[in-house]
């Protein structure tokens, strides 16, 4: 197994990813992992996702964004034989840089509630599970 680089992600990167995300159990996928839907997310945020390469291959990917106010991170994933390896660590401090760049000192993400290695790694990156807060969805009707 080869080293591997860090780049932005790119809206060219969308086929290889959404691959990626395919392949990982506790992704959520959905409407908006379109390739239109990324590709407003990335114009919205540009310079913000990046991804991990190895050779040709594309091994790990964090969508990052904010609204002004607050960060938020989506597809933190690296492909299962690259991972415990810094790759995921490297992928969130990027990230991280960016947004404090951008005036944004405070981030947000979801995990779903079985994915228990997904809150380990979040917990040793420092970010903190709420207890004290509920997230309400809904969809919006066309
Ligand atoms: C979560 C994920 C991205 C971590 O990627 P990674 O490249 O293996 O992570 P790193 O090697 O950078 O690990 C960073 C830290 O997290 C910890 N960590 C990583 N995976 C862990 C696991 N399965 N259990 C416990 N701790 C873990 C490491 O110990 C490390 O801490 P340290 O630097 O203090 O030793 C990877 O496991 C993955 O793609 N999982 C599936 C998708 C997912 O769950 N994404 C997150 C939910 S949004």
């Known amino acids: 197994m080869g ?3 860090i780049r932005e992600l790119l809206p060219e990167d969308y086929e290889a990813a959404l691959a990626l995300w395919q392949k990982t159990p506790g992704m959520g996928l959905s409407e908006a992992d379109s390739r239109e839907n990324i590709g407003m997310f990335l114009s919205r ?4 996702s990046f991804v991990a390469e190895a050779g040709n291959e594309l091994i790990g990917t964090i969508l990052c964004g904010h ?3 607050r960060g938020i991170f989506y597809h933190l994933t690296v492909r299962h034989d690259y991972r415990k390896r810094g790759i995921g660590r490297t992928l969130v401090e990027c990230c991280l840089v960016r947004l404090k760049a951008a005036g944004i000192l405070k981030c947000h993400l979801f995990v779903l509630a079985d994915n228990s ?4 790694f979040w ?4 970010f903190q599970g709420r207890e004290d807060i509920h997230i309400y969805s809904r969809t919006i009707n066309q």
């Open 3 to 5: 080293s591997h680089t």
């Open 45 to 48: 945020n540009p310079g913000m």
């Open 67 to 69: 609204d002004g106010r």
């Open 117 to 120: 290695q997904g809150m380990a």
């Open 123 to 126: 917990e040793s990156m420092g």
